[in-house]
């Protein structure tokens, strides 16, 4: 069992350094950790860490006899000494490989979680360099916007230009119109005058022709 305990210490140790330096064994140690971390991996890494804690657990126990005996006894016997020292070796080796396991998996955690991250970070980067092109062709559609506007600008005053002669043209066509009216008006007013006054000198001519017929007609008689 000590040799067993020697050979899994040894194997974390070496799980542990590969994980610490970039090498292109790591890679192939975090993807082994990857798969036993899936499916009943984490069931078998579970039960064995239960089965060392117990036995652990045991030696402690065996320890703690030991120890109890030696000190109602007062002295303690060759057989004694040497379970003690078994004992003790077994207890540190199970106690050293799970505190190696621990670190092991706490360590492919946190590598795990910095690989995330960097490819979070990776996609706001590249998320970013989108954001900067989109912001490049942005300020050319804006130039280009701005270019139609201050066309459509120079356009408008030119018809507001062209608007306020049109409306001058149509101010004077008005007033011409307004005077043309009065001269019409005036005209009117005088041609009523003009056939007042025709119709008042054919009355005249009329009166004039009924007393000389009527004269005429006297000497006759």
């Not at 000590?2 to 090498?23: D, P």
């Not at 025709?198 to 022709?209: A, G, I, W």
């Amino acid at each position: 069992m000590q040799q067993l305990l020697f050979s899994v210490i040894f194997s974390e140790m070496a799980v542990i350094m590969v994980l610490s330096f970039k090498t292109p064994f790591r890679k192939l140690v975090i993807m082994s950790l990857d798969r036993v971390k899936r499916g009943r991996g984490p069931v078998m890494v579970k039960t064995v860490a239960g089965t060392v804690s117990v036995v652990l657990a045991s030696s402690i126990y065996s320890m703690m006899k030991i120890k109890k005996r030696w000190i109602d006894e007062g002295a303690m016997n060759p057989t004694d000494q040497v379970l003690m020292a078994k004992h003790l070796l077994e207890s540190t080796l199970m106690g050293s490989a799970l505190f190696l396991a621990l670190m092991i998996d706490r360590l492919h955690h946190y590598m795990r979680e910095l690989r995330i991250r960097r490819k979070s970070m990776e996609a706001v980067k590249k998320q970013g360099r989108g954001f900067e092109d989109g912001k490049l062709g942005l300020s050319e559609d804006v130039k280009v916007l701005e270019e139609e506007i201050s066309t459509l600008c120079a356009q408008f005053k030119e018809l507001e230009s062209k608007l306020e002669a049109k409306t001058k043209e149509a101010a004077t066509a008005e007033a011409s119109a307004v005077a043309l009216r009065k001269q019409s008006e005036g005209f009117l007013l005088e041609y009523d005058r003009l056939l007042e006054e025709n119709q008042n000198l054919r009355n005249q001519l009329q009166s004039l022709d009924w007393r000389s017929s009527h004269s005429v007609s006297k000497k006759n008689t």
